[in-house]
């Protein structure tokens, strides 16, 4: 028990660090959820946000609760604890063991006085000239086109596989014989789950081959990999026909 609340203390400062880092990140789950739920049209968006955000909060006070568990070890019970600590310490310790009196050194005889003889000059041998190093190159996945189900809903740029960053624009298009309007969706990951996807931009007005938005405009999102994904809602607010068109490509 004295070592783990002594380790505890030792590395307190980084379980601070790190939990703060993740309550930040959850707080920005929890904005953008409500952001989400503010734009959904359907009660069904609306409910998905809702518990984006009780789960962010819960997060949040579990990592209070931690922090302040933390503080308690490394410091009330440290307290209490550490003469145990400095007992631990000294006995894994190693103490040298020193016994009995020191021997004598033996006295070794000197060596024979050769007289010197002259030892010819070896010839220097050609340095051989160094070869070349051969360093393999690491493929870069190729950026294909993504895969769209209905040519009403598409995504042309970025393809699936490329490398981007900092704000990256979306082209596409967006149509519907009854359309009402589009949205852009995101997720982390190359398959997010369904409560995973978060609104970033929409559209009042049909695009065809051209600008859709641009993704990581106000996100400041880390680098790793994303999927964005076209909705096209109709007048009677269906989304699945046609069915969304996403890609997925690495944000640097």
């Not at 959904?40 to 609760?65: D, S």
């Not at 070349?132 to 209905?150: E, K, M, Y």
């Not at 790793?224 to 109709?234: C, E, I, L």
Request: glycine share 6%; charged share 15%; aromatic share 10%.
């Amino acid at each position: 028990m004295a070592i783990v609340v002594d380790f505890i203390k030792t590395y307190a400062a980084w379980v601070y660090g790190a939990c703060a880092l993740v309550a930040l990140w959850y707080l920005r789950v929890a904005l953008l959820a409500r952001r989400e739920r503010r734009y959904a049209v359907f009660a069904l968006e609306r409910e998905t946000a809702l518990n984006r955000v009780y789960g962010a909060w819960t997060a949040a006070i579990a990592l209070i609760v931690i922090m302040g568990l933390v503080y308690f070890l490394s410091t009330v019970v440290f307290e209490a604890v550490e003469p145990l600590v400095d007992q631990t310490r000294q006995s894994l310790t190693p103490q040298a063991n020193v016994s009995g009196p020191p021997s004598a050194t033996p006295t070794l005889p000197l060596p024979e006085i050769v007289p010197e003889t002259e030892t010819p000059t070896p010839r220097p041998r050609p340095t051989r000239r160094p070869e070349p190093t051969v360093i393999p190159l690491t493929p870069t996945p190729a950026v294909a086109a993504p895969r769209c189900p209905d040519p009403r809903a598409v995504i042309t740029a970025p393809g699936l596989n490329a490398e981007v960053s900092g704000m990256v624009p979306v082209l596409g298009t967006a149509v519907h014989e009854r359309f009402q309007y589009y949205k852009l969706e995101y997720g982390p990951g190359a398959n997010p789950s369904d409560n995973e996807w978060s609104y970033f931009e929409d559209g009042n007005q049909p695009v065809t081959n051209g600008p859709l938005g641009v993704f990581n405009e106000n996100l400041a999102l880390p680098p790793g990999t994303y999927t964005v994904r076209v909705v096209v809602v109709d007048a009677t607010g269906n989304w699945r026909d046609p069915l969304p068109c996403q890609t997925t490509f690495v944000l640097r």
